[in-house]
Each structure stands twice: as C-alpha cells, then as structure tokens.
C-alpha cells in the first residue's frame, strides 16, 4: 500500500508543479487542445502512462478541454504516486 503524503511533503510537490491545483485529497488540472480529436488523442496518451503505472487519474473530456484528477483511493490521499502521473502527463505532447 502506497503511504500518503503529509502536508508538507503536498506543498513541496506542488511547487515544483505548473497549472496543478490541490482540491482535498487529490491533484487536479484542466488541458485545453485545439480540437476535440486533440483532446481524444491526449486522453489516448495518458491512458497508456496510466495503464503502464497501474495508476488511473479521473477523466473528464466536455469538447477540447480535458480534466484530470488523481489521488490514490487505496491511502485515502496524495501519494508519490500522484505526482509521478502528474509529472508524466505534463511531458506528454499536446
């Protein structure tokens, strides 16, 4: 089981994060693509990153805008794992 991480930990991450927000206990950022297919070809992507992690954010696609949320429900909080997805997707190309 992966172990949460303390406030302090949280706030160290998220520093060196762009565009992430912290909502309770999960990450969370918006992405907008230029077309709807962009955004269907991203989510594709990040699939595939997440499925290699087995670690699955949260997705929510309304047209070009693509909505991640991740938190690791098994130690009810942030974990390293988290930012380890969240730093991945933000190296995906858009």
Do not use: C
């Not at 805008?65 to 858009?94: K, Q």
Request: hydrophobic residues 40%; negative net charge.
């Amino acid at each position: 089981m992966r172990t949460r991480l303390t406030d302090q930990e949280i706030t160290r991450e998220m520093a060196r994060l762009t565009g992430w927000s912290h909502e309770g206990e999960s990450l969370r950022k918006t992405y907008v693509l230029p077309t709807f297919a962009d955004a269907v070809v991203f989510v594709n992507r990040v699939a595939g990153v997440a499925d290699g992690m087995d670690h699955h954010p949260d997705i929510d696609i309304r047209y070009n805008r693509v909505s991640f949320t991740l938190s690791t429900h098994s130690a009810g909080g942030l974990t390293a794992l988290d930012f380890d997805l969240a730093n991945r997707i933000e190296s995906i190309p858009r």
